[in-house]
Structure formats: structure tokens, C-alpha cells
């Protein structure tokens, strides 16, 4: 009997802790110039010191910010669009005014660029061209920690192209992913 019980609490919680998705996403970019107050600042500290960055590796995620309750502090989630795991680090007010609509509009805002280079106008631009339709995308919550990656930087300034648009993948089947 205590066998049975064990072995159905193992499977309960590996039930829990399997990948989940969230689908009609609205995606938008954020850096340097736009953060509020602009820098690399952030609201949570994930182990970075309050501060923004990561590669898009499981092991070190990029920076997205969303509404408080959206998403666990220092979550990890992994997004097809821009292949990489992002963290939950910072707060968005728009992705908070999005969260508190009626129906709720699920929103993450991805860091780009550098800690401590200002992109200026065309960081900005760059950040527009990489957002997608809104609620146009999914992400995964739990993933899994072999997923692709593409460690691009999104944008790098005085580099050719410093936009890298090349570097999204908007057809992708959800299901390869979770």
C-alpha cells in the first residue's frame, strides 16, 4: 500500500512540473533607451544584481519584464519567436495595463541590446521592427532545458545589421517545443 502511494505522488508531481503553454501573446521590445529610467536597471534581482542581460541560454536567460502576477519573480519561460529562455526580471506598465484589461491580454516586453550602451532612436526602431502582430505569439512555461537556442544578440549598436530581424521565427508548431 505505501508503495502504491508513493509511486502515485511521483506522478502527480512530475504532471505538475510538465511544460505548459500560453498562447495569444503580445510581444514588444524594450533597451537601454526606454527602460524606465533608462539604463540597464531592473525590478528583481535574479542573481544579476538588478540588472538586465543573459544570451537566451537556459543557464542564462534573457531579461523580460510583464505585469507583477503574470508571471513568477525570476520565472524562466521559452519563447519559439525569438528561440531563447527568457526570465521574469522587470516591470512593464503597459504589459500591466494589458494584464488588468478585460479579457486579460497576456504581453512580455524583451530586453535588448547592452547594459551599458545607449542605442538611441535606432535602438528604438529596431525594437519596433522585431514586434510582431499583437497576441500573435505563444511561449512555453516549465520548458524543458535542451530546447534551441539562437544566442544573437537582437541588437547591437554600430554593428551591420545592429537590427537583427533575421533572427525571429515566426512559423514555428508549438508542439515541437512543449
Known amino acids: 500500500m505505501r508503495t502504491s502511494i508513493v509511486v502515485a505522488l511521483s506522478s502527480l508531481s512530475l504532471t505538475v512540473m510538465g511544460c505548459s503553454t500560453v498562447t495569444k501573446v503580445t510581444h514588444t521590445f524594450y533597451g537601454y533607451p526606454d527602460n524606465d529610467p533608462a539604463g540597464p536597471a531592473t525590478a528583481y534581482d535574479c542573481g544579476r544584481g538588478f540588472k538586465a542581460g543573459g544570451t537566451g541560454t537556459y543557464t542564462d536567460p534573457l531579461t523580460f519584464a510583464s505585469a507583477p502576477g503574470e508571471f513568477n519573480k525570476c520565472e524562466v519561460i521559452y519563447d519559439p519567436y525569438l528561440r531563447k529562455y527568457l526570465r521574469f526580471e522587470d516591470y512593464c506598465a503597459q504589459c500591466t495595463t494589458d494584464w488588468k484589461a478585460n479579457p486579460k491580454i497576456n504581453h512580455i516586453d524583451v530586453w ?3 547594459t551599458t550602451v545607449n542605442g538611441g532612436q535606432n535602438q528604438i526602431q529596431c525594437e519596433n521592427d522585431l514586434t ?14 535542451n530546447l534551441p537556442v539562437d544566442k ?27
Open 132 to 145: 510582431p502582430a499583437d497576441r500573435s505569439q505563444t511561449i512555453v512555461r516549465q520548458p524543458s532545458a
Open 112 to 114: 535588448t541590446g547592452s
Open 152 to 178: 544573437t544578440n537582437l541588437y547591437v549598436k554600430g554593428a551591420s545589421p545592429a537590427c537583427r530581424t533575421s533572427h525571429i521565427y515566426s512559423s514555428y508548431n508549438i508542439r515541437d517545443y512543449c
